[in-house]
């Protein structure tokens, strides 16, 4: 009984394993089938993220990629080069001025510009290229190619810029720099947009609007530039500034109708460095207020020494695109002109082309406020903008300044003789005075002359010189042997041309 009892318990025992075994097969079975499905629809969610990235990394409206959409396009390309060779750029394109138009125009504005320039930039996507924006006024293009494909690639890039942006009924011209890195010869992966940002950075030290490969000694020029800034920004302070005087000479009397002021840094171990290179990095930094107040002052405090002596110059200053958009600017130099009591009739602010023809309320309130103080307004490099006609009847100018490029090309191109007679005419028809720069040959001055330019300006009469360089030059003192000397220069120059209006003067006062 207690055998059979035994053996009955066995049985159900055995049963019992054998259905929970089965059980645990059938559960294990479907673990594996069903993480097989796991792993294998995992691998294909994978598989379609990564094909998918860059369009869900995508900007709705312009249809630019995003950085994160930018970095996977750049890792999978590097990971083609690494298998099967060949080689690609980076550009890093940086709108220049696009701070400064913001803090001008405001944020709408610079959303728009933004826009525009998307918009352009977008047309490049491709097969081979993709584009992306970084930041605000910040973009990159990826161009699958040797250096020589980036560089044509950066050079349609800034012949997009050639055409002005229109935001809201404001034309702006546009500039950018452009950088450029190639993988794999410019470093790894990982330093690939770093590098074109340098190489972008070391093209705004030289000024911005043009494009250049990444170079190993780049990251030493943007340390340079660091350090110049600071020293600039003591530079005022520490008496490093000076100014110099041009004169401008009356194309038929030869006489100094006016100076115009240059200004130059005197750098403890560099020596003299150039406006060229620092009036850029003062308006980049927030400098170019405080400099351009105290070139001001200082023009209209010699001005006034010179009318003591009996030297009856007008004196013009340089104006920035930034000082433009000041709106105290007017009022600044009306309050100097006070203290030092000169007339504002003497008084010239030269502003060059592009930053005359920015078609915006700020530079055309501050144009209408410099016509009613009766400042001289002279348009200096004229030529090398698009302005018109109309755009020049506009303005309150008195003068154009014929920029010096088509001076230097006068006694060998017919374009440059041409472009300089067209510009005179132009000027006679407007009754505005014209001013040649940078005459250096006798050559050079006998066809402006010819061609009815009234005034001249450059090396052939005399380089920039100190104040008091020009001063004893006016005053006849010959001891001062540096500079050439030029007996009819410096008579005193006729009243009535120096204290008169915003007239041009007749040819033959
Ligand atoms: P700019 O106003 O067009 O001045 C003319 C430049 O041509 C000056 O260069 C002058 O020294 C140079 N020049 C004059 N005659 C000749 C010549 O016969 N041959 C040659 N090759 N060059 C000649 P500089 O002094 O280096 O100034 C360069 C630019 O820097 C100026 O161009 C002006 O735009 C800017 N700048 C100078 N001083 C100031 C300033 O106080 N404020 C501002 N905002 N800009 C300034
Ligand atoms: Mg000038
Ligand atoms: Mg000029």
């Known amino acids: ?134 930041a605000a006024g910040e973009f990159a293009l990826a161009v699958r190619g040797e250096m020589t494909v980036g560089r ?22 546009l500039t950018c720099s452009i950088g450029i890195a190639m993988y794999p010869a410019h470093g790894s992966r990982a330093m690939l947009l770093g590098h074109a940002a340098l190489a972008m950075r070391s093209v705004r030290l030289h000024g911005g609007g043009d494009f ?4 190993l000694k780049m990251g030493a020029d943007v340390r340079e530039q660091a350090i110049l800034v600071n020293e600039l920004r003591s530079a005022l302070e520490l008496g490093q500034l000076e100014l110099y005087f041009q004169p401008k000479i009356d194309a038929i009397s030869l006489q100094v109708t006016a100076a115009e002021a240059l200004l130059r840094w005197h750098h403890p171990e560099r020596g003299l460095v150039s406006p060229l290179v620092f009036i850029p990095l003062a308006e980049r930094y927030g400098l170019i207020g405080a400099i351009g107040n105290w070139v001001i002052e200082e023009a209209c405090r010699n001005a006034a020494r010179w009318r003591e002596r009996g030297l009856r110059m007008r004196v013009a200053v340089n104006i920035s695109g930034y000082q433009m958009r000041e709106d105290d600017l007017v009022d600044r130099i009306e309050a100097a002109l006070r203290r030092n009591g000169i007339k504002p009739g003497r008084f010239t602010c030269e502003i060059t082309e592009s930053v005359a023809m920015e078609d915006t309320k700020v530079t055309q309130l501050t144009f209408d406020k410099m016509r009613q ?21 506009r303005l309150p100018a008195a003068e154009l300044k014929i920029d010096r ?14 472009i ?90």
């Open 405 to 418: 490029a088509f001076v230097t090309d006068l006694e060998h191109s017919e374009d440059a003789r041409s």
């Open 212 to 215: 250049c490969q990444y170079d």
């Open 152 to 173: 044509s690639t950066a050079n349609r890039v800034s012949q997009v810029f050639a055409e002005r942006f229109a935001v809201d009924l404001i034309q702006t011209p």
């Open 1 to 134: 009984m207690s055998a059979n009892l035994l053996s009955d318990h066995t049985g159900a025992w055995l049963g019992l394993l054998a259905a929970s075994l089965l059980l645990a097969t059938v559960a294990v079975g479907m673990y594996l089938r069903e993480r097989q499905r796991s792993l294998a629809l995992a691998v294909e969610l994978d598989r379609v993220s990564r094909e998918m990235s860059p369009q869900l990394a995508r900007d709705n409206v312009t249809g630019l990629l995003t950085r994160s959409g930018f970095d996977a396009v750049l890792d999978q390309w590097v990971q083609k080069v690494d298998r099967s060779g060949g080689a690609f750029c980076v550009l890093y394109v940086s709108l220049d001025n696009f701070f400064m138009l913001n803090d001008a125009f405001g944020n709408d504005f610079a959303d728009g510009l933004l826009k525009n320039v998307s918009n352009r930039l977008a047309a490049f996507t491709g097969a081979d290229t993709e584009v992306c924006s970084l």
């Open 373 to 393: 103080a009766g400042f001289h307004v002279s348009i200096d490099d004229f030529g090398t903008g698009y302005s018109s006609l109309a755009s020049l009847r």
């Open 420 to 509: 300089a007679k067209s510009i005179i005419n132009m000027a006679t028809a407007l009754n505005l005075r014209v001013v040649a720069e940078g005459v250096e040959t006798v050559g050079q001055c006998e066809l402006l002359v010819s061609m009815g330019c009234n005034e001249l300006q450059g090396y052939l009469f005399s380089m920039p010189i100190t104040a008091n360089e020009l001063e004893r030059l006016a005053l006849d003192d010959h001891r001062h042997e540096n500079v050439e000397f030029r007996e009819s220069l410096f008579a005193e120059t006729r009243s009535a041309e120096l204290d008169g209006d915003l007239q041009p003067l007749p040819r033959d006062f």
